[in-house]
């Protein structure tokens, strides 16, 4: 395999890559690396896309909704956390660098985004009991 | 819940059926089935003035507190 490409565009460029390719065993882990990380992103985003269409619907307050917006921030946290661990493992093993970044732009911003979801999805469940009360109030 | 609702015991009592007590009272028979079954989480002031009206009867006729 050859990596001139990726050494050339390193040389070359005022971009820096995050983990430079040097070399193959580096590629694969960096494209499994990759992979799983957009694969979450795009689940992320799909379970998003999948709670907003249940609002279109005029429900309020389900149980979909609700596991969806708990999942969702579930989700987003794990991701973080195991996306700061796995850029710190690779920046030890491919830059042999030994770095611990909590940027609050990053990190702890989707803490955050993360803690909305799922206090969001108890106030969802506040609310179907509150829902589900008035319901059954005859 | 401890709370007994004696609307059955009242209706035989009265020679009434459900659908005639829903209708008298205004609520749909599904709604009148729930408060029968003991499903309710609450009634309505004016939903119990009406069933009493209608029935001839005292809230506590209706309504029994037994402990669990």
Redesign the interface.
């Known amino acids: 395999m050859n990596f001139s490409f990726f050494n050339e565009y390193d040389l070359h460029s005022d971009i820096e890559l995050l983990f430079p390719i040097t070399s193959s065993s580096a590629a694969v882990l960096q494209f499994i690396y990759s992979f799983f990380l957009y694969s979450a992103i795009s689940l992320i985003v799909w379970l998003m896309l999948k709670i907003v269409n249940s609002f279109q619907s005029n429900k309020l307050f389900t149980k979909y909704q609700i596991t969806g917006f708990s999942l969702l921030g579930k989700l987003i946290i794990w991701l973080s956390v195991l996306d700061s661990i796995g850029s710190f493992l690779m920046r030890i093993m491919l830059k042999s660098k030994l770095e611990l970044k909590l940027e609050i732009s990053t990190f702890w911003l989707f803490i955050a985004i993360g803690a909305f979801f799922i206090v969001l999805s108890k106030i969802f469940e506040r609310a179907y009991q509150l829902k589900s009360e008035n319901e059954l109030t005859i | 819940m401890p709370i007994i609702i004696n609307l059955d015991r009242m209706l035989e009592e009265r020679g009434m059926k459900s659908n005639e007590l829903a209708e008298i009272v205004g609520?749909t028979t599904a709604?009148?089935s729930?408060?029968k079954t003991g499903?309710?989480?609450?009634?309505?002031f004016s939903?119990l003035e009406a069933i009493c009206q209608a029935l001839d009867c005292q809230p506590g006729d209706i309504l029994e507190y037994v402990l669990d």
């Open positions: 609520i709604n009148l729930i408060l499903k309710a989480r609450a009634i309505r939903t």
